[in-house]
């Protein structure tokens, strides 16, 4: 047995309704968000390092959650893990038609990321469809920075968001509150702290807050 297979054996275990184990049981996609946070930014301190001993156990960390997403998708029929390194495979060899194709004429890092992009624009999206006024907003992670781009994008664009907030109703809160120059981010901790006393998970309540309001204003663009 491989090491990857002793690997999907023990998460499989690990997720059993009988003998598993309850913390493990209970998780969910959203639940276990701020695992994979934290587990990428440990790893890329260990890439800022060059720590290599310390870098492939934070592999191993990364690649756990990559794991156990893929087991509760699986648990739920949707896909497993060996369904995502199959489209992923397929995905780096339709992307590297200069390797694994006739197109050997890409000789440069300008070309290859020239028909990279070509051939990516040619293939079927999967998830939302990507229009609308948010369309140039990045990936939502972390969720304070998605959160951000959102609320810039409603200003540069004048969106009409009085409806999910209304910042300016906190004015002379937050005047006083930033006059000290720790005293944003002490609330900003102690907000969170509160949140996790209460069992409440900061980083996907943001996050799908955030793109409520995307989603809802983005229909009310297309009507």
């Keep these: 047995m491989t090491g990857i297979e002793k690997l999907l054996k023990t998460v499989a275990q690990l997720r059993d309704p009988e003998g598993g184990c309850p913390w493990d049981i209970e998780q969910t996609h959203q639940s276990i968000t701020d695992c994979l946070i934290d587990e990428c930014s440990e790893l890329l301190q260990t890439i800022d390092r060059l720590d290599m001993g310390h870098m492939?156990?934070?592999?191993?960390?990364?690649?756990?959650?990559?794991?156990?997403?893929?087991?509760?998708a699986r648990e739920n029929g949707h896909f497993d893990f060996n369904s995502v390194c199959e489209?992923?495979?397929?995905?780096?060899?339709?992307?590297?038609?200069?390797?694994?194709?006739?197109?050997?004429?890409?000789?440069t890092t300008e070309a290859v990321l020239d028909r990279w992009e070509l051939i990516k624009s040619k293939e079927v999206k999967r998830g939302p469809k990507v229009?609308?006024?948010f369309k140039d907003l990045p990936p939502q992670l972390p969720a304070l920075m998605f959160a951000e781009d959102v609320?810039?994008?409603?200003k540069k664009k004048d969106l009409e968001a009085s409806d999910f907030y209304n910042w300016e109703s906190y004015n002379a809160f937050m005047e006083n509150i930033a006059k000290d120059p720790e005293g944003v981010g002490r609330l900003l901790f102690n907000l969170v702290a509160w949140c996790k006393e209460h069992e409440i998970e900061t980083e996907s309540s943001l996050r799908r807050y955030a793109q409520h309001i995307v989603d809802t204003l983005e229909a009310k663009e297309l009507d």
């Design 87 to 107: 489209l992923l495979n397929d995905k780096l060899v339709h992307r590297h038609p200069h390797v694994f194709g006739d197109e050997k004429d890409l000789d």
């Design 151 to 154: 609320h810039k994008q409603i």
């Design 131 to 133: 229009s609308g006024v």
């Design 56 to 72: 492939e156990e934070e592999l191993g960390d990364v690649l756990l959650q990559v794991i156990f997403h893929a087991q509760i």
